[in-house]
């Protein structure tokens, strides 16, 4: 038991008469009940043992009682041994930190500090913090290494990373400079995750930062944190010998595995969490994966009110992964919406895309609108879409830990037979297209680029995706399937092109399987469309009986803009929708439009609405055309020429009634199992495969699947043979096949 008990400094003990005592503290409120503690916890000042304070209680209580509420306050952590020498403010510190003052200072007087300097920084302000707080200083062996930098991707870093971590030290990050100065993370050998994993993010987040230092060759990072004032710098130096302290004393530290941001604009703080790289070479423990089949089970749907079916609704999806957002640690940079919709066209914007490499000022420029957006009936929706894309975006870049087979076709084929598939039966590109690559590549298109045809002898990276229709591995160029990835390690040719369609994200694999397969056949379904110029019906959307398609129509109204949708429902049957939209008053049209496609009809025209939305604010500025804030030269082309009269199949067809509804035939069955075995039948009675390469990232968790179905069409211009010339007569839409000099000139430009 305690010698001089007394109630713990950061405690503040109110004796409420009649009822007992209340224990206040910053941290809330505990209640002692009864007498006993009204009459004890005046007595509690650390100038009494026990002893004397039963003989004080004596003519009131019996010493079996007043012993036996010393020790319940003692086991609940409401006492300790009076430490009158130590000043209270220092002791309520260390006790609401729930360790003893007197063990807290011990503990500094023990350990050492060592201070390295990486950068320009003044280390004079952490040298005085530290004086105040009573921690040592160490010339060399230390209990804690911490390093100052003015930049945290500065090269020194990481030989100090390499070296801490070999030798298991801890040691502590710290950037004093900038208007957001940054504190940790505190790297500890027994936990996960070191420096490398952090600066991982940190290039993704500084994309156009590392264009600059590969145009200028710099070996070090441009210096931006600039901004250094005194106080500021005080500050940062004052907050981290209060983390060093912590850390010395055995106290839980903020810092241990995140980074502390100060704002010192705004005045707000905020902890971003280090993810930790499986595939990091200096802390990581992964290695290449064995190819492993793609099993998908049953999954009930649960929700189907926005923007697909799923087995949970998008508030669940934020919550699950939005501590994945952060602009230093995260996968995800931001979640912002992209303008203010009243409520009605919700556009969220996720960071840029990373997976466009920035090679020069003009691709700078594109890629800097080029952001993960996501869209929704529900801000909700499209703040978990935004998300979803992103992190789908990320989880298709390569990362060393993939499964890959360097070999050239032919000796692919020698070992793998018809498992090898070339990548040009996925793209479609035409034979007269690959031989005239070069004149289709100077337009400077930014989506629709040729690649070079695939030379059989060169070794290039081979990946294996599974077959769902033949239950077995099939073998695609890793360059088609991942982004700006090279051909090989020792070749970076360019002979497949990596993008996003097909890819999908989900709660779960089937989710983004199912939403993977409607990519390829919206797409699909566009392309038979828009390249063969083909006048379709248009949508009754009163028939479907969604209260936001029809505000959303008096909003588009409310600008000027008159909308309506089109039937581009292919051969498959699977519902697709074109949403379009044309200002009604100035020279230019400013033709918008979005693309949806779905089992439940419903949700595929959502989708193709919520699509359009995000294209809204491109074109609604209201200046002319030489004054159109764009920087792609395709999407700025489009917006200021096209016009329903020069592209007349934008337009319903006027023979033909608009479809309803009721036009569109229940297909969904509420599993979302069943609903991949709806589509697969529908693709594989016309000779096609699914298959599905799996991305998902051990350090994001969120399912993330490539869903490939060589045969379906890209929307960019792409014109070998196939369903864009066949689907069209065998449909009855056309009487000939167009000729490749027929097809529309304009490409789809996103």
Known sequence: MIQRPTFKPHLTPAVIPGEGVLLLSEDGARALHGRLYERLAPLLDGTRDPDDLVGALAAEFDAAHVYYALMLLEKNGHLQEAAPTIPAGIAAFWSGLGLSATAALAALAEQTVRVHQIGAVDAAPLHAAFDRLGIRLAEREATLNVVLTDDYRRLALAELNATFHAARQPWLLLKPVGHEPWLGPLYRADAPGCHAC?????????????????????????????????????????????????????????????????????????????LVDPACPVCGQSSAAEPRPVTLVSRKVHFMQDGGHRSVAPEQTLRDYEPLVSPITGVVSQLAPVHAAQGIAHVYVAGHNPALRLDSLAHLKRGLRNASAGKGVTETQAKASALCEAIERYSGERQGDETIVTASVRAMRERYGDAVIHPNAVMGYSARQLAERDAWNAKGSKFNRVPEPLDETLPIDWTPVWSLTQEGHKYLPTQLLYYASPASADCDRFFAMGCSNGNASGNNLEEAVLQGLFELVERDAVALWWYNRRRVPGVEIASFGEPYLLDLGDYYDGLGRDTWALDVTSDLGIPAFVAVSRRRDGSQERLLFGLGCHLDARIALQRAFAEMNQMLGLASEGQEAGELAIEDDETRHWLTTATLDNQPYLAPDPATPPRALADFPKRHSGDLLADIATCRAIVEARGMEVLVLDQTRADVRMPVVKVIVPGLRHFWERFGPGRLYEVPVAMGWLERALTEDELNPIPIFF
Do not use: N, W
């Not at 070090?220 to 209060?242: G, V």
């Not at 060093?244 to 810092?255: E, F, S």
């Open 198 to 274: 952090l600066v991982k993010r940190l290039a993704r987040h500084c994309a156009t930062e590392g264009f600059a230092a590969r145009v200028l060759a710099l070996t070090e990072p441009l210096l931006t944190a600039r901004a250094a004032l005194p106080a500021t710098q005080q500050l940062m130096a004052e907050l981290a010998a209060i983390e060093i302290a912590k850390c010395l004393a055995g106290a839980p530290v903020t810092v241990a595995g995140a980074v502390v941001s100060l704002d010192a604009y705004g005045l707000a703080m905020r902890t971003h969490r280090l």
